[in-house]
């Protein structure tokens, strides 16, 4: 029997909506996983497609992340590097990719088990990095992030293959309603929207910067708001969200005086590694999208003294 893709993307003449086809919170076949949510946050996860635990970090583990991310920018500003990207206009640093591989005290926090256990316990797997990046989103000049579903284009341009991995931000700075917090619609990453557009090669020099592919329609978008309401983020630096890939996102452009900057760690079970890029495409490289030497990653506590 062939297989029919279920989350088709990017062929069609017309966007379209489809009912998720894969679990939200999977069931592990490990006992040894730890349950690091309680039956209440995995629900609330499972309903929503996030979880926001306020405050997960010390103030002195942020303080040194923080530090270690003003540092990285330092270093890593006019050298040419492919894992940083520009704000459009501006220049600015806009965003570094790879941190966890660039930077060993982020590459420690990957495995610190008060993020490590909840991804987990959610993927009920085993679960490497997809993705790691640090969105700096400086005052004055941090631009928008449009809406969009990250599975849509891991699936289309990475070739993941299901919905089994999620996103952990970690908040480095405070975020509150002013500084273009991460705003997600609840509930959508229940609905799999259809982009329209195909993808140009090397599509990622630009989307990184602003996404025109794979950006999902304005009257589906309309459906999906007015169907679930819009959360916003906000929170004390040290405190985490976790949201599923297929989860409905942005945020606002940060007009203020105060930069909004948060470490992203995507994490995906070991069981749900990269295909083929959909459509004939290159895969994106390593520093996006993690094919070389995955590894299991295995809990243990962050140490900043």
Same mark, same amino acid.
């Given at each position: ?46 309903? +929503? #497609?996030? $979880?926001? &635990? ?7 583990? !942020?303080? %040194? ?113 002013? +500084? #273009?917090? $991460?705003? &997600? ?7 799999? !929207?259809? %982009?329209?557009?195909e993808t140009p090669d090397d599509h990622y020099k630009q989307s990184l910067k602003k996404q025109e592919y794979g950006v ?90």
């Amino acid at each position: 029997m062939l297989y029919r893709d279920p989350y088709q993307s990017r062929t069609m003449p017309r966007p379209s909506i489809v009912a998720r086809y894969d679990p939200v919170v999977y069931t592990s076949a490990n006992d040894e996983t730890p349950g690091a949510l309680s039956p209440n946050q995995r629900e609330a996860y499972r309903d +929503n #497609g996030f $979880l926001f &635990l306020p405050e997960l970090f010390a103030p002195a583990e !942020v303080a %040194c992340l923080h530090k270690e991310m003003q540092a990285m920018r330092e270093v890593f500003t006019g050298r040419g590097r492919e894992e940083v990207v520009a704000e459009p206009g501006s220049g600015e640093v806009r965003s570094i990719f790879n941190v966890h591989r660039l930077n060993d005290l982020f590459g420690a926090l990957v495995r610190d088990p008060r993020v490590l256990n909840v991804a987990r316990d959610i993927l009920g797997s085993e679960v490497y990095i997809h993705q790691s990046r640090i969105n700096y989103k400086p005052g004055f000049k941090g631009k928008e992030f449009f809406w969009h579903s990250d599975f849509e284009t891991w699936h289309i341009e990475d070739g993941m293959p299901a919905m089994r991995a999620l996103s952990c931000s970690i908040l480095l700075t405070d975020n509150d309603e002013h +500084n #273009g917090p $991460l705003m &997600l619609i609840p509930g959508s990453h229940r609905h799999f !929207v259809s %982009c329209v557009g195909e993808t140009p090669d090397d599509h990622y020099k630009q989307s990184l910067k602003k996404q025109e592919y794979g950006v999902p329609d304005e009257n589906l978008l309309r459906y999906l708001a007015d169907m679930c309401g819009i959360a916003s983020c906000k929170g004390k630096a040290g405190s985490v969200v976790f949201f599923d890939c297929n989860t409905m996102h942005g945020s606002n452009g940060n007009i203020t005086p105060f930069p909004r900057s948060n470490v992203f760690f995507v994490y995906n079970s070991i069981d749900n590694q990269l295909d083929a890029p959909k459509e004939d495409l290159k895969p994106r490289p390593e520093f996006i999208a993690a094919r070389e030497g995955v590894q299991v990653l295995t809990p243990q506590p962050l140490n900043i003294v």
